[in-house]
């Protein structure tokens, strides 16, 4: 099993930036992927971002594209989500994820261990 810690949600104005970092500890030499998803009020999880933990291979939501930038440090086991340009929309619980087994995929139900999650929201 993944333990898995996210910090760095906040309140932030539209256009603003913010970084999400996401820590791993545990049985870490089994993640395949790691994955952001983000739960708005009232919605089904979603898809964010996701990377895989060895060659650094990444995948992003339409909606994020362009925006949102996802990478990892293997040394500190730590995978991170820069947000620019930040919109109202974007206001969601995001959660990282990790993935033990190939292929990539955007659905969360194929992620094994999840965070506890952190707020994120964008003021108009």
């Known amino acids: 099993q993944v333990q898995l810690v996210e910090s760095g949600g906040g309140l932030v104005r539209a256009g603003d930036s913010l970084t999400l970092s996401c820590a791993a500890s545990?049985?870490?030499?089994?993640?395949?992927?790691m994955g952001w998803f983000r739960q708005p009020p009232g919605r089904e999880r979603e898809f964010v971002a996701s990377i895989t933990w060895s060659g650094g291979r990444t995948g992003y939501a339409d909606s994020v594209k362009g925006r949102f930038t996802i990478s990892r440090d293997n040394a500190k086991k730590m995978v991170s989500l820069q947000m620019n340009s930040l919109k109202p929309e974007d206001t969601a619980v995001y959660y990282c994820a990790a993935r033990r087994d190939y292929p990539p995929t955007n659905s969360p139900e194929a992620y094994d261990d999840w965070g506890q999650g952190t707020q994120v929201t964008v003021s108009s």
């Open positions: 545990g049985r870490t030499f089994r993640v395949y992927a």
